[in-house]
């Protein structure tokens, strides 16, 4: 695949640990034979289809430099709504859960912009909860331990905690999504992308999980779920949060207007 000039200023920024004011006003001058050799294996593997943020180590989000590698999900920009919906709608003091939280993207952009919340961040994958640790030390160095982190598939495996925001951004693409085989994809963890069957049933488990802690009045106020699915799927969301007794309060919508996130309350009715 061919490269472009900015991946090869990001890639040279990251061998030679200079910014890119540098490199540009130091365009000619040669580079030592240890550093060239690095820069010219991170192009090889580039031109291979590794994604940057893999080659380089860390991406950006929501304004934060995540460390990021082949056990978790490259952060996506549209991901952010679900940053953008916690930090809006949790109360003062409130308590919210980042369900599959991989790298930590979510939890600690919550965290970070709203020390008043006691987040939590849940995974089934040991080594995304590791990486998200050693996130939050980074990025939350004086006080790291500000998200709690636990080990569960969706809902199976967490305490009784109660919550009143929950945001998740669960698999959601079928097996048969012809992306899966293209571009960065090709190289993320498959398990982070697609949920092996039509794309629906991790996140038919997250929102039926979320109406049983409901039931079980494990959900706190203002008891929102906001769940990222494919620009696709939001009518089938609605659907199935509807058939689980949830009321519907929105879909949000990406930077390109596709509708991304949506937005489920546990109805007010419900004791």
């Not at 893999?54 to 940053?83: A, C, K, M, Q």
């Not at 305490?159 to 929950?166: C, E, I, K, L, S």
């Not at 998740?168 to 097996?175: D, H, K, V, W």
């Not at 012809?178 to 571009?183: D, Q, T, V």
Request: aromatic content about 6%; overall charge neutral; hydrophobic content about 45%.
């Amino acid at each position: 695949m061919r490269i472009s000039r900015l991946e090869r200023l990001v890639l040279l920024e990251h061998v030679l640990g200079r910014p890119r004011e540098w490199l540009i006003a130091h365009a000619g001058d040669p580079l030592e034979p240890a550093l060239a050799e690095r820069f010219e294996g991170l192009l090889a593997r580039r031109r291979r289809g590794e994604p940057i943020a893999y080659l380089v180590g860390h991406r950006e989000f929501f304004g934060l430099s995540l460390l990021v590698d082949s056990r978790v999900l490259i952060p996506r920009p549209e991901t952010e709504l679900l940053v953008e919906a916690a930090i809006s709608w949790a109360p003062e003091a409130g308590a919210v859960l980042d369900l599959g939280t991989g790298s930590g993207a979510i939890a600690i952009a919550v965290a970070h912009a709203r020390p008043d919340l006691a987040v939590s961040g849940s995974d089934i994958s040991a080594g995304a909860l590791a990486l998200a640790e050693a996130n939050a030390h980074r990025l939350l160095a004086h006080r790291p331990r500000s998200v709690h982190w636990l080990q569960a598939s969706w809902w199976e495996g967490l305490p009784q905690t109660r919550w009143g925001v929950v945001v998740a951004n669960p698999p959601y693409l079928a097996s048969t999504d012809p992306h899966l085989k293209r571009g960065d994809l090709r190289f993320e963890p498959q398990v982070a992308l697609s949920d092996g069957d039509d794309g629906l049933s991790a996140i038919r488990a997250v929102l039926r999980g979320f109406a049983q802690r409901a039931d079980q009045g494990l959900i706190g106020a203002p008891g929102l779920l906001f769940v990222e699915h494919g620009a696709t799927q939001a009518a089938e969301v609605r659907r199935m949060g509807k058939a689980l007794g949830l009321e519907v309060r929105d879909t949000l919508r990406d930077l390109s207007g596709l509708p991304r996130v949506g937005c489920l309350a546990v109805p007010l009715l419900r004791g």
